[in-house]
């Protein structure tokens, strides 16, 4: 898949249209549009009028025949735990509304990160409760799970998988920022069976600043 992902989406909502991903459609080749609903840093904890951008994505993304990857986009809060139970909510909401669409992807928690937001004591557990949500409406869609440290231990999820079907694990690259030792990390995952999307990438550092890389 070839894809573009929007930011922050209340900051940017406005790219959230039809005729934007039309665009990337057409001219870019682009078959998924990734949508960046944010929680902290303005977003939906504050915000949640940020959701019916999330609905115009989906909308133009069915509209024009494109996967969307639905972002629930954990970085400024870290522990995907602190919002589960608005995970739950919009997460019902979304596989109740759209979940007979083969349109849609979860990404159930963008970038989990800090010392004490563990795979095994915080992303798994939730992760579990969520997909179990979302396969009461959506039994087959993909489900993409974030892993500790940014979503970069992808190898540590490779050795304590989620018991379910059809789900992905997240590893974001970014080319100034990460090498060997992500590499490495992702060797492992895939020789250990894990099935990987990497959701966001770029050419910069991490940051989004400098390069090209």
């Known amino acids: 898949l070839r894809g573009m992902s929007s930011h922050g989406l209340h900051w940017y909502g406005k790219f959230a249209n039809p005729d934007v991903l039309k665009w990337l459609r057409d001219d870019w080749n682009v078959q998924v549009w990734r949508a960046a609903m944010y929680l902290a840093q303005g ?7 940020c959701k019916l951008r999330m609905i115009d994505s989906i909308e133009a993304a069915i509209e024009n025949g494109m996967y ?6 954990v970085h400024g809060d870290r522990d995907p735990l602190l919002y589960k139970d608005w995970a739950i909510e919009f997460f019902t909401e979304i596989a109740q509304k759209y979940g007979e669409y083969p349109n849609i992807i979860y ?18 557990p939730y992760a579990e409760e969520v997909i179990a ?3 009461q409406y959506d039994p087959d869609n993909i489900i993409i799970v ?3 440290c940014w979503s970069q231990d992808v190898d540590i999820a490779s050795e304590d998988p989620i018991d379910a079907s059809n789900i992905m694990y997240t590893m974001h690259f970014y080319a ?18 894990l099935p990987i999307f990497v959701t966001e990438w ?12």
């Open 43 to 49: 977003g939906y904890a504050t915000n949640k009028a």
């Open 68 to 73: 969307v990857i639905v972002d629930w986009h």
């Open 107 to 124: 990404e159930i928690c963008n970038e989990p990160n800090g010392d004490d937001v563990t795979w095994k004591g915080n992303i798994k």
């Open 133 to 135: 949500t979302i396969r």
């Open 146 to 148: 974030g892993t500790s």
């Open 176 to 193: 100034g920022s990460h090498g060997d030792e992500l590499k490495e990390k992702a060797e492992k995952a895939l020789k250990n069976g």
């Open 202 to 213: 770029g050419t910069t550092q991490a940051s989004g600043t400098y390069g090209v890389f």
